[in-house]
C-alpha cells in the first residue's frame, strides 16, 4: 500500500515558499521560534546545519501527524573571511554589511535538513558570490527601497537594485536566494513514492 506523507516547510519565508514550489511537491508551512545564535565552537558550515537541525526538530513538534510528516528546514548566513554576517539590526549594521561586502567575494552557505522518522537528512551548500563595488550612496539607496534587514548579509540577490553589482557566482544561485534547490530536491524525493510531474 502507497503511504501517504506531508511535507512541511519549517519556514515562513516567502523566498523560500517559492522556491520550494519549483520543485514541484505539495507543502504546508509551520515557524517554530529558536535560537539562531552561532556556535563560536563550531565552523560556520558546522552552525547552519545544527540550526537547520533544530528548526526542524521544533517544527515537527508543532504537526499533529509526526509519522505521516516530512519536514524541510534550512538557514543560511553569508560568510566573509571565515565570519559569519547575520541579518543586519538597522540600516546601519546593513550598510557596513554592504561597505564590506562590496568590491569582493563572499561565500553564502545554506544549511538544510530533510527529518522524517528516525530518519534524518542535512548538509550544506556554499556558493561564492563576488560583488562589484558599489558607491556609498547606492548603498543607502538599496537600504532605503528595499529595507533588507531579513536577510543574512544584508542583501537579497534577487532584489531590484541589486542585480546591477553581482560581478559573478560559482554554484547555486537558488542557494544564495535561501534554499539550494536541487540538493533538497534530491533528499526529498526517498521519501516520496512518486516524481513530481
Known amino acids: 500500500m502507497e503511504r501517504t506523507l506531508t511535507l512541511v516547510l519549517a519556514s515562513q519565508s516567502p523566498r ?3 522556491l520550494l514550489s519549483l520543485a514541484g511537491f505539495p507543502f504546508e508551512t509551520v515557524s517554530a521560534d529558536i535560537d539562531e545564535t552561532f556556535d563560536p565552537r563550531l565552523t560556520p558550515e558546522e552552525n547552519v546545519m545544527q540550526i537547520s537541525i533544530r ?3 521544533a517544527s515537527l513538534e508543532l504537526v499533529r501527524e509526526h509519522e505521516a510528516t516530512v519536514i524541510l528546514a534550512a538557514d543560511t548566513t553569508v560568510v566573509l573571511d571565515g565570519k559569519p554576517l547575520g541579518k543586519p539590526v538597522d540600516s546601519a549594521d546593513a550598510f557596513e554589511m554592504l561597505t564590506s561586502l562590496q568590491g569582493r567575494s ?7 535538513t530533510v527529518m522524517h522518522g ?3 537528512v542535512t548538509g550544506c551548500v556554499k556558493t561564492i558570490v563576488e560583488l562589484e563595488p558599489i558607491p556609498a550612496d547606492e548603498i543607502s539607496r538599496y537600504i532605503d527601497t528595499m529595507r533588507p534587514f ?3 548579509g544584508s542583501y537579497g540577490i534577487q532584489d531590484p537594485l541589486f542585480a546591477c553589482f553581482v560581478r559573478g557566482i560559482e554554484g547555486c544561485y537558488y542557494n544564495v536566494v535561501g534554499l539550494p534547490v536541487s540538493k533538497v530536491c534530491a533528499a526529498l524525493k ?5 516524481r513530481p510531474e
Open 190 to 194: 526517498p521519501f516520496f513514492t512518486s
Open 150 to 152: 531579513d536577510k543574512a
Open 55 to 57: 528548526k526542524a526538530e
Open 16 to 18: 523560500r515558499k517559492e
Open 118 to 120: 528516525d530518519k534524518t
Open 106 to 112: 563572499h561565500e553564502v552557505l545554506t544549511g538544510y
